[in-house]
T-cell receptor, first 115, second 111 residues
Framework: GAVVSQHPSWVICKSGTSVKIECRSL??????MFWYRQFPKQSLMLMAT?????????EQGVEKDKFLINHASLTLSTLTVTSAHPEDSSFYIC???????????FGPGTRLTVT | KQEVTQIPAALSVPEGENLVLNCSFT??????LQWFRQDPGKGLTSLLL?????REQTSGRLNASLDKSSGRSTLYIAASQPGDSATYLC??????????FGQGTRLTINP
């Protein structure tokens, strides 16, 4: 089956620092990946679409200068939370779109806590 | 704007019962609908994907139906087991593979 990994699985950082989260598709190539965030007891909200070789497209209300996305290769996308603040604390989940099955496969998520 | 609603928000049933989870969406112009399972603190596991042209999909004890015209989907779980306890999310593909998620149904199966 299709496997997507995320690293780290959890991270604690101080307010004002930046944090990078990696999303990898392990056994398939993904030209498109997605980043979501999930607050406690709430559903997933799409933040941005990550496209290999081009700029990410952000959903309305998501600050692109705060959430930097780089889709460096067909198997890797990174999300950098810049100048993190406590309100950025959340569960961040990525997904990778597999063309052959029309499905998105989700990573295990990264829990970010900003103190 | 597409909105997805799941009812009920939480459900608790004894082991062995059959159950139905509901999902409704406001805009019938969807490409497909997907049901996921999420365990606490974990990512999502895809259960079933229904294309807009399909009426249902089955996988083991799970059966998902789609009525695009009425904006509804159901997930039927037969002979429920304690291991089925999780949050179930439905999501519609509004285009360009962008998924809009419901709030989820938190299911508890009591032994």
């Amino acid at each position: 089956g299709a496997v997507v990994s995320q690293h780290p699985s959890w991270v604690i950082c101080k307010s004002g620092t930046s944090v990078k989260i990696e999303c990898r598709s392990l056994d398939f190539q993904a030209t498109t990946m997605f980043w979501y965030r999930q607050f406690p007891k709430q559903s997933l909200m799409l933040m941005a679409t990550s496209n290999e070789g081009s700029k990410a497209t952000y959903e309305q209300g998501v600050e692109k200068d705060k959430f930097l996305i780089n889709h460096a290769s067909l198997t890797l996308s990174t999300l950098t939370v810049t100048s993190a603040h406590p309100e950025d604390s959340s569960f961040y989940i990525c997904s990778a779109y597999r063309d052959s099955t029309y499905e998105q496969y989700f990573g295990p998520g990264t829990r970010l806590t900003v103190t | 704007k597409q909105e997805v609603t799941q009812i009920p928000a939480a459900l608790s049933v004894p082991e062995g019962e059959n159950l139905v989870l509901n999902c409704s969406f406001t805009d019938s112009a969807i490409y497909n609908l997907q049901w996921f399972r999420q365990d606490p603190g974990k990512g999502l596991t895809s259960l079933l994907l229904i294309q807009s042209s399909q009426r249902e999909q089955t996988s083991g004890r799970l059966n998902a139906s789609l009525d695009k015209s009425s904006g509804r989907s159901t997930l039927y779980i037969a002979a429920s087991q304690p291991g089925d306890s999780a949050t179930y999310l439905c999501a519609v593909n509004r285009g360009a593979q962008k998924l809009v998620f419901g709030q989820g149904t938190r299911l508890t199966i009591n032994p």
